[in-house]
């Protein structure tokens, strides 16, 4: 099932963006582990909409009612469920959209998929919206991990073409040097960023970007060959966030331009642990985690909700027609995506470490 993710903890998100509620339910998840659901609040609030300038003006608590799964601040061994209902949906903005699909949006193939008995609504099932209820579950193995002292952490990149000209030792992440209010590891840049996106909002427009995720503190040995890598598990609940459009891990793209002599890690001994001088891999060689930091970065596309006018079509009359989108929508989702990016990367990592088995080294 689409919905549904995980091989030793299983996900399941459910919901609509203007249904009564939304929601997921995790299994699998061990008894006796902490939770801090103060903590988890926070967390959620990162995502929320409708708490800054620059995101969508629709609010919402995002306030997570914990149905099974928790009891005196544990988890009780039965699946974790957890409701988040929607209090400020408008559906009348979305009235023709049956007819009429945003480009950009999954309106179409959604109507040729499910034969236009999908929910339109928010974009239904669609919606970004559904990323809080991944967030009730990331932010939980989150805090599960940090236990475990395996730290996670997203910043941005660039938003509009503003780019930050960053440089870090990719052996040592700067997760420390990532800023609370607007996560991005220069303030100036992040300025610049805020006012890009201010300038599209005005002109009725969207922009997209770039976030890269770092993180520390994992052993060697997670992961599998072939299908089951720690590229493989990460880029699928990673694509599962709507506008993302592309993930690379460590140098990614650029080593493709890169020689050998460039591209590999040379391998050192720091302490007594095996380590590597350099970090183009990404902390991950052959879908195994090498012990180094694990680097990657996912590219969100603009918002396709945008107060231009466009050109659809109207698949009834099957003619072509302009489309002036109503709503409330983000002139840039990657801010808000941030969060969403780290839980990923936790869910995925959390399930891999529940299926960890490593073989003896032979004497």
Not at 129 to 139: D, E, Q, S, V, Y
Not at 150 to 166: E, L, M, Q
Not at 209 to 237: D, K
């Given at each position: 099932?689409?919905?549904?993710?995980?091989?030793?903890?299983?996900?399941?998100?459910?919901?609509?963006?203007?249904?009564?509620?939304?929601?997921?339910?995790?299994?699998?998840?061990?008894?006796?582990?902490?939770?801090?659901?103060?903590?988890?609040?926070?967390?959620?609030?990162?995502?929320?909409?409708?708490?800054?300038?620059?995101?969508?003006?629709?609010?919402?608590?995002?306030?997570?009612?914990?149905?099974?799964?928790?009891?005196?601040?544990?988890?009780?061994?039965?699946?974790?469920?957890?409701?988040?209902?929607?209090?400020?949906?408008?559906?009348?903005?979305?009235?023709?959209?049956?007819?009429?699909?945003?480009?950009?949006?999954?309106?179409?193939?959604?109507?040729?998929?499910?034969?236009?008995?999908?929910?339109?609504?928010?974009?239904?099932?669609?919606?970004?919206?559904?990323?809080?209820?991944?967030?009730?579950?990331?932010?939980?193995?989150?805090?599960?991990?940090?236990?475990?002292?395996?730290?996670?952490?997203?910043?941005?990149?660039?938003?509009?073409?503003?780019?930050?000209?960053?440089?870090?030792?990719?052996?040592?992440?700067?997760?420390?040097?990532?800023?609370?209010?607007?996560?991005?590891?220069?303030?100036?840049i992040g300025e610049a960023m805020?006012?890009?996106?201010?300038?599209?909002?005005?002109?009725?427009?969207?922009?997209?970007?770039?976030?890269?995720?770092?993180?520390?503190?994992?052993?060697?040995?997670?992961?599998?060959?072939?299908?089951?890598?720690?590229?493989?598990?990460?880029?699928?609940?990673?694509?599962?966030?709507?506008?993302?459009?592309?993930?690379?891990?460590?140098?990614?793209?650029?080593?493709?331009?890169?020689?050998?002599?460039?591209?590999?890690?040379?391998?050192?001994?720091?302490?007594?642990?095996?380590?590597?001088?350099?970090?183009?891999?990404?902390?991950?060689?052959?879908?195994?985690?090498?012990?180094?930091?694990?680097?990657?970065q996912a590219a969100f596309k603009?918002?396709?909700?945008?107060?231009?006018?466009?050109?659809?079509?109207?698949?009834?009359?099957?003619?072509?027609?302009?489309?002036?989108?109503?709503?409330?929508?983000?002139?840039?989702?990657?801010?808000?995506?941030?969060?969403?990016?780290?839980?990923?990367?936790?869910?995925?990592?959390?399930?891999?470490?529940?299926?960890?088995?490593?073989?003896?080294?032979?004497?």
């Amino acid at each position: 099932m689409s919905s549904t993710y995980g091989e030793n903890l299983k996900l399941s998100i459910f919901g609509q963006s203007h249904g009564a509620g939304i929601g997921m339910t995790l299994d699998g998840i061990p008894a006796g582990l902490p939770v801090d659901l103060e903590a988890l609040q926070q967390f959620l609030n990162r995502r929320a909409p409708g708490r800054n300038a620059y995101s969508t003006s629709r609010k919402e608590e995002d306030r997570p009612e914990i149905l099974s799964g928790i009891e005196d601040g544990y988890t009780c061994g039965a699946p974790i469920a957890a409701l988040i209902r929607n209090n400020n949906a408008r559906s009348k903005d979305y009235s023709n959209l049956y007819d009429c699909p945003r480009p950009g949006h999954a309106d179409y193939t959604a109507h040729v998929k499910y034969g236009g008995f999908q929910d339109v609504r928010g974009g239904g099932h669609f919606s970004g919206r559904l990323t809080a209820p991944l967030c009730i579950a990331g932010g939980l193995c989150k805090q599960w991990l940090e236990e475990k002292g395996i730290r996670i952490a997203a910043f941005i990149v660039s938003i509009g073409g503003v780019t930050d000209p960053y440089e870090y030792d990719p052996t040592d992440p700067p997760i420390d040097r990532i800023c609370q209010d607007f996560p991005v590891l220069d303030p100036a840049i992040g300025e610049a960023m805020r006012r890009r996106i201010e300038e599209v909002r005005a002109e009725g427009d969207s922009v997209g970007g770039i976030i890269e995720c770092l993180i520390t503190g994992l052993p060697a040995g997670i992961g599998e060959p072939m299908f089951g890598g720690v590229e493989s598990r990460i880029a699928q609940i990673v694509y599962g966030i709507p506008a993302v459009k592309a993930v690379d891990f460590g140098a990614g793209y650029a080593s493709g331009y890169m020689r050998g002599s460039q591209c590999n890690d040379a391998f050192t001994f720091e302490n007594g642990r095996v380590v590597t001088k350099t970090n183009h891999a990404g902390g991950i060689l052959g879908g195994i985690t090498t012990g180094m930091p694990v680097i990657f970065q996912a590219a969100f596309k603009p918002t396709p909700s945008i107060a231009q006018p466009q050109q659809s079509v109207s698949l009834s009359k099957g003619t072509d027609r302009p489309l002036v989108i109503e709503g409330r929508h983000d002139p840039c989702i990657v801010p808000r995506a941030v969060p969403v990016v780290e839980a990923a990367a936790a869910i995925a990592i959390f399930d891999m470490i529940l299926g960890n088995t490593q073989t003896d080294r032979r004497k």
